[in-house]
């Protein structure tokens, strides 16, 4: 049978159908898709307490899941299956909510997501074309996704976090293709690898788990690196370009795809001169900081919405004029909320004078949340954020190294100017998704304290990573821009 989800695979890449079910080792599944999965199950679990009197359809158990849930439908009554396990024309699907009231039913797929996407409709559209065919009276059906304006009172207390879209209407054309898509990915499946190249679709939805194997035997600088490429690496493509060290020099027009080309045709550094004479011409102390947040999609403190970014950890770099640095930070994995001990501490460490250097606009978006958080902070966090100097642009305009592969994020800059200080020498925790999972780990109640005690050295040591190589980064800019 072809599931929902190998069906919904199959619309994303036909290839990924075909090694999802015939080389499922060839996976890898990162923390991100794996923190995403958990996110589901928990915002699954609240959306079940706001069904009062529901029964799990043996959650397990496929062939009980079946029996079950036919033995509960051929009952007459109102019922509120959950897990609700149907089979039809050679589709199987588990509805998340399948309630019947005055004998029509109707459907709940619950999303993580705060609004509807336009791939949840063939998500619903197969389930509503396998529950008429298995002759449910389905009346309505609805995308149950979480309302980002909710505010969590404590206790326990969601009702509200969930809203209800109805796309009974909007799903309709895509009931009309699921025979098409099942007789399609049948044939997939009994067939031969299908040929399909690397593109878009790799992470459009989701992140596909096989691209590590698709990418083997790409070209060393594939004509995707260029940064925001769009219709450009399309294009490309279609002109049967697949190297960017092959494109001709007049397909690319931007500017900045040009400095990419050339930087990897001749395979040395792109320097443009002048911004290191800015960032040489600011005082000391200078102060380099680093935030780590965590979103969730089911609040667990009063006062907080729905993915709003919650601050738990900072690292600053204090470099005085002599060229010694200090390390300094904080991380709280107590569990209770850290947003204002985080402010307040970082006040504490930032003095009144000198810059404060970031890499990103994160930061000073954070701190704005901080003024609206805790207005009586709010002077002092403000006159941090006028000290702010965001040393991206800087790099953006003045750098660019091919080993960056069309990227500017601190992690690609680094090792081509500090190798020393690459990412992969760290232990767990080596970008921000992974530190954000490891932190949500380390507060769980059931964590033991040796596993904290180990999350809580690789947290500390990520986060002051990512301030000295903004030393670093700086330092570079002077000496070489």
Same mark, same amino acid.
């Given at each position: ?30 923390? @991100? ?35 079950? %849930? ?49 791939? /949840?409709?063939? *998500? ?22 979480? *309302? ?21 209407? @909007? ?40 691209? =590590? ?27 049967? /370009? ?12 931007? @500017? ?33 900081? *680093? ?62 004078? =000198? ?9 000073? %978006? ?39 592969? =069309? ?50 050295? *690789? ?23």
């Amino acid at each position: 049978m072809l599931s929902k989800s190998r069906i919904l695979n199959g619309l994303q890449c036909p290839k990924r159908l075909y090694l999802q079910v015939h080389r499922p080792d060839l996976a890898e599944v990162d923390a @991100a898709t794996e923190h995403r999965f958990q996110v589901g199950h928990e915002v699954g679990d609240v959306a079940r307490t706001l069904q009062p009197g529901g029964k799990l359809m043996a959650d397990d158990d496929l062939n009980a899941a079946l029996a079950a %849930t036919e033995r509960e439908l051929a009952m007459p009554g109102d019922k509120v299956l959950f897990e609700a396990a149907v089979a039809h024309g050679g589709v199987l699907i588990r509805a998340d909510i399948l309630s019947r009231r005055a004998g029509d039913a109707e459907l709940r797929e619950v999303k993580s997501s705060t609004s509807v996407k336009d791939y /949840h409709q063939p *998500d619903v559209a197969v389930q509503v074309w396998t529950l008429r065919g298995a002759g449910v009276r389905l009346s309505r059906s609805f995308v149950t996704h979480i *309302d980002n304006a909710f505010v969590y009172q404590g206790e326990g207390q969601y009702g509200g976090l969930l809203r209800d879209t109805d796309v009974s209407v @909007a799903v309709g054309p895509d009931v009309g293709k699921v025979p098409g898509w099942v007789e399609q990915f049948s044939r997939v499946l009994d067939g031969a690898m299908p040929a399909v190249e690397m593109g878009a679709h790799c992470t459009d939805p989701f992140e596909c788990p096989f691209q =590590g194997h698709c990418s083997a035997g790409r070209p060393a600088f594939p004509v995707e690196i260029l940064p925001r490429g769009g219709k450009t690496v399309v294009a490309l493509r279609e002109a049967g /370009h697949r190297d960017l060290r092959e494109v001709p020099e007049g397909m690319l027009k931007s @500017a900045n795809h040009l400095r990419v080309w050339r930087a990897t045709i001749s395979g040395q550094a792109d320097i443009v001169r002048g911004a290191g004479a800015e960032v040489a011409a600011l005082p000391y102390p200078r102060y380099y900081v *680093d935030f780590e947040t965590a979103q969730m999609a089911v609040p667990i403190w009063a006062g907080t919405r729905p993915y709003e970014q919650l601050p738990f950890q900072w690292s600053c770099h204090l470099e005085k004029s002599d060229g010694s640095l200090e390390q300094r930070g904080f991380l709280d994995l107590s569990g209770r909320p850290p947003m204002r001990t985080f402010a307040e501490s970082l006040i504490g460490c930032l003095g009144t004078s =000198g810059p404060v250097f970031s890499y990103s606009s994160f930061e000073r %978006t954070i701190l704005a949340q901080s003024v609206v958080r805790f207005p009586d902070l709010a002077e002092s966090i403000g006159r941090i954020m006028n000290r702010i100097v965001d040393l991206r642009p800087l790099a953006e305009r003045s750098y660019y190294h091919p080993q960056m592969m =069309g990227s500017w994020s601190i992690k690609s800059v680094i090792p081509t100017i500090a190798p020393e200080l690459d990412y992969a020498a760290l232990g767990e925790v080596q970008e921000g998704g992974q530190a954000q999972v490891a932190y949500l780990e380390a507060i769980h109640p059931n964590t033991l304290p040796e596993r904290r005690q180990s999350i809580e050295r *690789d947290l500390t040591a990520y986060c002051a990573r990512d301030t000295l190589a903004m030393v670093r980064l700086a330092r570079f800019l002077m000496e070489q821009c």
